[in-house]
């Protein structure tokens, strides 16, 4: 009985003793001038907006490398990096579609034509034309575009989108993915012989609308994993309406028509294009480069506890630079990397019970690509892996705080989510300073989509208890005004602090944190 009575006081007087240690040494570790001097390194001009695979995004790895160093944090299998491969797929030079039929024309580059490539593809192709309807074969369905017409060997034209207009079309409530993508559209030519695919615009969406939705992709490189972009594929190119009536002409029929025709009957329209041949070159260069996810750990103290591991990430890299201007990304996410290394700083003197694996990610403004590689290369089994936190802007305000009377908030999107008992330890976690957890966008229902788009996303999927902070986005995000002097740092403070608190319990709770519903 006395043995079970001095354990009841061992819980009501030490669990709060210990909570209130960690307060007091975060709060006395806490060093705004470290924070500052990150923040202000990682989002100036000198990194040149850090984009994946260009001299600021190295300078910035090794700037988180060096901290880490610093801080005493150790690599993981003997390397503070872990490298991840890109494919670099830069804007086409010189370009060319040409149309014969009568005679010669030659399109015009982003008035009536722009080329792409989704894998490996040789730089130039010639051949006749088939036309291919919408470039669906979907049995499922009953529709098949290719089923009465032979491909192989040649370049095939079809239409955007799907037959969605016919009120008895299957397609309307199948997800994007499924038909109306390029890549389903490509994959599907190619699989059926085809050596080019010319990709006709919505009919009653402006070319020039087209262009500027590919923004960026016509004066910057475009990324993709490595590991995902392997396969071999043919060269494809959006077309205008007009220059996909100038390779109809011989059929005497005009692109409306078809469409119009295909929509209605719900029945595939497929035919060779007499006397037509097209040559394309896309003037396309791909290159495979090195990016790096940055690591450091900070192992736990407990014998027991040590071999349980909790993750603190956030990306580092961002836009780079666009038409000449620089890209700091101040708040996103120079706000979280500097929340990272000053969590890591903090929470290295408190030595506690888990070990803690720090992550600056690469790639998360091209797809979650650091942290995508990582779900497929774990450096710490996900099994030992109890918690993940990701910090992803914390240095601002979004409108809904602008002019509110709340000072201090920040969203938190994860725990009401999962469940179980993470929100009752971030509630506690608050306590540090009285931060306004708001849950507004804690929720699969959120339009935003924000559970998915930034890197706990890849521990979410496995299971574990994610949670992300987020200052919410505002009107300078992903525009070149995204610069420090906007920084509220009285804010990044506190977020920082109360952050390092909701770490400091996940680390040192005798407990690991049990959710309800894992993602689905």
């Not at 034309?129 to 192989?152: E, H, L, M, Q, S």
């Not at 016919?166 to 038909?179: L, M, P």
């Not at 030519?189 to 070319?207: D, K, Q, S």
């Not at 699969?444 to 902070?469: C, V, W």
Request: proline letters at 4%; a neutral charge.
């Amino acid at each position: 009985m006395k043995k079970f009575v001095s354990l009841i006081l061992f819980v009501i007087l030490f669990v709060p003793l210990y909570a209130q240690y960690g307060i007091n040494e975060i709060k006395k570790n806490l060093d705004t001038n470290n924070i500052k001097a990150d923040e202000y390194f990682l989002a100036s001009d000198e990194l040149e907006g850090r984009e994946i695979t260009e001299r600021g995004q190295k300078v910035a790895a090794l700037y988180i490398k060096t901290q880490f160093e610093k801080i005493g944090l150790k690599p993981v299998n003997g390397s503070y990096y872990q490298k991840v491969k890109v494919l670099k797929i830069n804007p086409p030079k010189n370009p060319e579609l040409l149309v014969t039929n009568d005679t010669i024309i030659s399109a015009k580059l982003m008035e009536e034509f722009y080329p792409s490539s989704e894998g490996r593809i040789i730089p130039e192709v010639s051949g006749e034309v088939v036309f291919a309807g919408y470039g669906i074969t979907a049995p499922d369905f009953n529709y098949d575009d290719y089923r009465d017409i032979d491909v192989k060997g040649k370049i095939v034209l079809i239409l955007a989108q799907f037959p969605e207009d016919s009120k008895i079309s299957k397609f309307n409530k199948t997800k994007f993915a499924d038909y109306r993508s390029t890549r389903y559209k490509v994959q599907n030519a190619l699989e059926h012989g085809a050596i080019a695919v010319l990709i006709m615009n919505e009919i009653n969406r402006p070319f020039d609308l087209l262009i500027k939705s590919l923004g960026r992709m016509l004066s910057k490189p475009v990324f993709r994993l490595q590991e995902k972009d392997s396969k071999e594929s043919i060269p494809f190119a959006y077309v205008s309406k007009k220059l996909s009536d100038i390779i109809l002409k011989k059929s005497g029929l005009k692109t409306d028509v078809i469409k119009d025709s295909i929509d209605n009957n719900y029945k595939s329209f497929s035919f060779e294009i007499p006397n037509t041949s097209v040559k394309l070159r896309h003037g396309i260069e791909r290159n495979i480069e090195e990016t790096e996810n940055v690591v450091g750990l900070l192992e736990g103290v407990d014998k027991k506890l040590k071999d349980e591991y909790i993750i603190v990430s956030a990306h580092y890299d961002h836009e780079g630079v666009i038409n000449n201007n620089i890209y700091n990304g101040a708040d996103d996410n120079a706000s979280g990397t500097t929340g990272v290394l000053n969590v890591a700083r903090i929470l290295s003197k408190l030595k506690p019970k888990r070990s803690i694996l720090f992550i600056a990610f690469t790639g998360e403004e091209k797809g979650l690509f650091g942290s995508t590689f990582y779900e497929s290369n774990p450096l710490i089994d996900f099994n030992k892996t109890k918690a993940a936190i990701n910090i992803d802007m914390i240095g601002r305000k979004d409108e809904k705080y602008e002019n509110s009377d709340t000072s201090f908030y920040i969203y938190a999107i994860g725990p009401k989510i999962m469940g179980g008992n993470l929100p009752s330890i971030l509630e506690s976690a608050k306590k540090i300073n009285n931060m306004y957890i708001d849950y507004q966008f804690d929720t699969l229902e959120d339009m935003n989509m924000f559970y998915s788009r930034s890197d706990h996303y890849a521990f979410a999927k496995q299971g574990i208890p994610s949670t992300f902070f987020f200052n919410g986005e505002h009107k300078d995000y992903h525009k070149p005004t995204d610069k420090v002097d906007k920084i509220i740092f009285t804010l990044l403070y506190k977020r920082i602090e109360m952050i390092s608190y909701f770490t400091f319990l996940l680390a040192n709770s005798n407990e690991t944190v049990k959710i309800e519903r894992p993602i689905p």
